[in-house]
């Protein structure tokens, strides 16, 4: 079955930004076709079977190359009442996200090829569910966005002993990361980055000193301060994303800092890029949209780890995304119910949803004039493609993972109406502007809008 | 002239006003605890519920007196007997309170922010008696009660509080509290016990103990608690008390008509010596005195009463 997507602006940063029509064929991009030479164009699908060719016209959007996000927590195995891979997979598509790399710290942890094989069997089989209950054309549509399960460094997530990587990546992992309980131990977190370089695997890094965060649960500052809450200072952070650059320099591998919060931070992968060490960055919505100051009626909702920093850090985090310090934007989406967050607020479990808002937060700072919207696709879809050695751009031969936005639609964010299983979101109630119409996922539509 | 708030939970939430009408009731209920039979109807009927999730000898029974000269009837739960040992939450124990219909909950909790979390839920008044590291409101409103009694005001007065300034809800409460009511709060303690933006709150970091004394009326120590020793916070009681212990001699600094508080329990010998606190600038007992008072004032307000009435 064929597929023309008609009338879009199309925006693939670098390759093309003009009025085209796109057509998919068998889940690839068969062909892109400027509209101004449309015999040609036309002649060029006559050549196919024309009769099974359905048009679907998004005029008056924008088509990019599918958004990736590199930092999601999909809670399966183990935590399915907070998410599953399917209602994961859902909001991912929901929030134009064509595919996502969720972490390792599952129950069990994704420390084997046996779990990184399931995760990865999972999301085909639920892509393979059709949703025929809401759609006619049910051979369209498919549920969900893609998989790229990130794997433990260590096994059991201890700090102590490397996993089977090789094994690990031929079921389908693609980067390995200590998300959730970091390496500590310097000389562990070397051998691991040297055993991936060979391996061609990126490495994604939570930098947190332990010991200087133990039993803090937001920023130290004045806010906590007032409120009695015990502290998480920035060098717990900054302190370690020094140490894993200055790995990398040794080691000659290259490194993914996640979800930076904090100045220091920032100005420690600048320096480190200026010194041609292989570092790239990333941070999410809510660290260049709120502050401390989120927390201050004990909101469980503004709990993450790392913790909602200060104005002047949202500032450090909005110059690190504009002069390109900071590569790419990532949710950290992570689940959890009201059984971990209708708590006393020291007890409440760190992280917030992410996938459905991300894209208008993240459209403020066009809006704002800070990023181009073809910055912020290439932090959002490009530059994590390419962090994993995925080539996404548009183009014939291509797999067809597109999102499609309606860039001036306003809406308010409503966490009754999340896909996800959970709703813990600070942004309840935030008017966004610029929402997700369509996302296209191998071809097939894994969401789209209600009219 | 009525007390327009439902719960008392931090001093932030009080205005100069409230505080004057909680300290002006309190010294009226003073006089209860000096007679014959100490024991009004105020509150005849009601019930109030103590939920202490922390250790606690003298806080809890000060509300339980004021509560019961008052009449009111008090039950008491704590950690050890509740269903928070069972694996219950604490929405759900305060839910479960609530269903039995009392008047007022003091809760005391570890957790910052508890008595709030609960307040959102629940019909009856909360009164806070310590949560965490947050607030401890009851205690920095009979150290006003006692401070404007001695003085005859607060305003203008000069206090000092010395101690681990970080992890005492007190410290926090006091600080609030003396500054609103236009007093000049000056703390010292390690810089391992002073938490970071603390002069937001309005009060002036002094770097050791003579300075912070220098021309106090009031001196106002704070309980050193042995397990911070494990959170690095000092090296041992010897060094803390040859640094920040009050003595007689650091007193001196001081106005000649200083006063001496603590909120107890006291660790004499580590950051107060005996011949301070039993000497004649010391108010720690009248402190305890005024506690009873404070606490009935408190739930005569809560509980809807009106200022100055009988």
Known sequence: MRIKLKGARILDPGNIDGFRDIVIDEGKIDSIIDPNYSRDGQSCISTHNNDNIIEIDVTGMVAVPGLIDLHVHLREPGHEYKETIETGLKAAAKGGFTAVCPMPNTSPVNDNSTITAFMVSRAKEIANLRISSSFNQSELYSGVSKLYPVGAITKGLEGEYLCEYSDMKKAGMVAISDDGRPVQNARVMRRAMEYAKGLGLPVISHCEDINLARDGAMNEGVVATKLGIKGIPNVSESTIVMRDIALAELTGASIHIAHVSCEESVDAIRNGKKRGIKVTAETAPHYFSLTEEAVSRYDTNAKMNPPLRTERDRQAIIQGLVDGTIDIIVTDHAPHSLLEKDVEFDRAAFGIVGLETSLGLSMKLVQDGLLSFENLIEKMSKRPASILGIDNALKAGNPADITIIDIDAFWSVNPKTFLSKSRNTPFTGFSLKGEVYMTIVDGKIAYQRES | ?310
Do not use: W
């Open chain 2, 1 to 310: 002239m009525r007390f327009e708030h439902k719960d008392l939970l931090d001093i932030e939430s009080l205005s100069v006003k409230d505080i004057n009408m909680i300290l002006d009731t309190a010294e009226g209920m003073k006089e209860i605890s000096n007679r014959p039979i100490k024991k009004v109807p105020t509150l005849r009927g009601k019930t109030i519920v103590l939920f202490f999730q922390e250790p606690s000898t003298r806080t809890k029974l000060s509300f339980d007196i004021a509560a019961k000269r008052l009449s009111a009837d008090t039950i008491s739960i704590s950690s050890g007997s509740s269903s928070i040992v069972k694996g219950e939450t604490l929405i759900d124990t305060a839910k479960n309170l609530e269903s039995m219909n009392p008047d007022i909950i003091v809760i005391r909790h570890p957790s910052s922010g508890a008595a709030e979390l609960i307040s959102r839920r629940v019909k009856a008044s909360v009164v806070n008696a310590g949560d965490g590291l947050h607030a401890h409101p009851t205690q920095a409103l009979l150290d006003m009660m006692t401070v404007r009694e001695k003085k005859g005001k607060i305003e203008g007065l000069n206090i000092s509080i010395i101690g681990d300034i970080a992890h005492s809800r007190v410290a926090r409460s006091n600080i609030e509290g003396f500054t609103k009511m236009g007093a000049a709060v000056t703390v010292s303690a390690p810089s391992t016990m002073i938490p970071k933006g603390v002069e937001k709150l309005g009060c002036e970091v002094a770097s050791d103990i003579e300075s912070c004394i220098e021309n106090a009326d009031v001196v106002m120590m704070l309980r050193i608690q042995k397990e911070r020793q494990e959170a690095i916070l000092f090296p041992t009681e010897r060094e803390y008390s040859m640094l920040f212990g009050l003595n007689i001699h650091r007193l001196k600094g001081a106005k000649r008509d200083v006063l001496v508080m603590h909120p107890g329990p006291m660790n004499r010998g580590v950051e107060i010596n005996s011949d301070v606190a039993d000497g004649e600038h010391s108010v720690i007992l009248e402190q305890v005195t005024n506690g009873v008072a404070l606490r009935m004032a408190v739930f005569y307000l809560v509980a809807g009463g009106m200022k100055n009435a009988d």
